[in-house]
């Protein structure tokens, strides 16, 4: 009796195994979220050999599905997507289409854009801005005004030059190399300083094209790379007066972003093995300190 008892339960363990054979499973996986605009790779995952999987969406207004598995968000809302496996069975997987993070704003976007963004820094009291050039140059401006008059600011050009200007407390202190100087800042001069010498001066040469229509009339629509819009100029289109396009192989505009505002504007010219860069970082328009030198009060008055 015994031994028919184990013979039994082998006989439905044995069963029960050949019959789990038969048994599959199909899983999809890939992204909850997709932004509108944006294409991501959802994979089936089965145990059934050489799958032949068929995808589709719930809504193709919402979203698109190739025969890949590549679906690109459409519209924002909620979609399934659903893969048929032959023989295997069939799975479903709810995503959210959300507004991007990053919009890919046309050149005829990005240009109002960015004038608005350099008035802002140029209509401030406060403001911080960078300008690299190439790799050899960097210079930094950092004004805190009151009205008509400077309270502190710093302009500071550093790398194979360097040479600095502060103004606090009503004194101008320069240092060009080795001469150093101080001199006692008049009324007149903390208006003109403001006003024809400060930041739209500052960043005249790096910003010259912001408001050139026929730039942004050849720019190509951007490609995405992470928070970078990169827009490449169509140098046979090009017939502005910013750029000079003769005998150069590329220029390229990149928009870096950070929580949605501008942050840095790269302008890169390839010519050959040679690519020269102009990059102007926006560091903001809130009240800045300065680091003064602590020396500055050794440098002789003028």
């Known amino acids: 009796m015994k031994k028919r008892v184990i013979s039994f339960l082998i006989m439905i363990v044995v069963a029960l195994a050949l019959i789990g054979c038969d ?28 799958p032949v999987a068929e995808w589709s969406v719930s809504d193709d207004t ?6 890949e598995g590549n679906l690109t968000g459409l519209a924002e809302g909620e979609v399934t997507v659903i ?24 050149p005829a976007q990005i240009k109002p854009l960015l004038a608005a963004l350099k008035e802002a820094y140029d209509t401030s009291e406060h403001g911080h801005i960078k300008i690299e050039i190439d790799d050899d140059l960097a210079l930094e401006l950092i004004y805190n005004y009151d009205g008509e008059v ?12 360097n040479a600095h200007v ?32 400060g930041f739209a001066l500052f ?13 942004f009339d050849a720019l190509s629509a951007p490609e995405k790379a992470g928070d ?19 005998a150069k ?39 800045k300190t300065i680091d003064f030198p602590a020396d500055l009060d050794t440098y002789p008055l003028e």
Do not use: R, W
Request: one cysteine or more.
């Open 203 to 215: 960043v005249e040469k790096a910003t010259g094209f912001y408001d050139e229509d026929p730039f």
């Open 166 to 197: 502060y103004i606090k407390d009503d004194f101008a202190y320069m240092s060009i190399g080795e001469a150093k100087s101080k001199s006692e800042m008049t009324d007149t001069e903390h208006y003109t300083i403001i006003n024809s010498y």
């Open 150 to 161: 400077i309270e502190t600011m710093m302009c500071k050009l550093s790398g194979s030059e």
């Open 62 to 67: 919402i979203a698109s599905i190739d025969e």
């Open 83 to 106: 893969v048929e496996v032959e023989k295997a069975g069939k799975a479903e997987k709810k995503i959210e289409v959300v507004a991007p993070s990053l919009p890919a704003y046309t």
């Open 23 to 50: 048994k599959y499973y199909v899983k999809i996986e890939g992204p909850e979220t997709v932004e509108q605009g944006e294409t991501v790779k959802f994979e089936v995952d089965t145990n059934y050999q050489d």
């Open 228 to 246: 970078t819009l990169i827009y490449e100029l169509d140098l046979s289109a090009y017939n502005g007066v910013a750029f000079d396009a003769s």
């Open 249 to 287: 192989d590329a220029i390229k505009l990149l928009v870096t972003f950070a929580e949605g505002e501008i942050v840095k504007v790269s302008a890169e010219i390839t010519a050959g093995d040679e690519v020269n860069k102009v990059v102007v970082n926006y560091l903001g328009t809130d009240a």
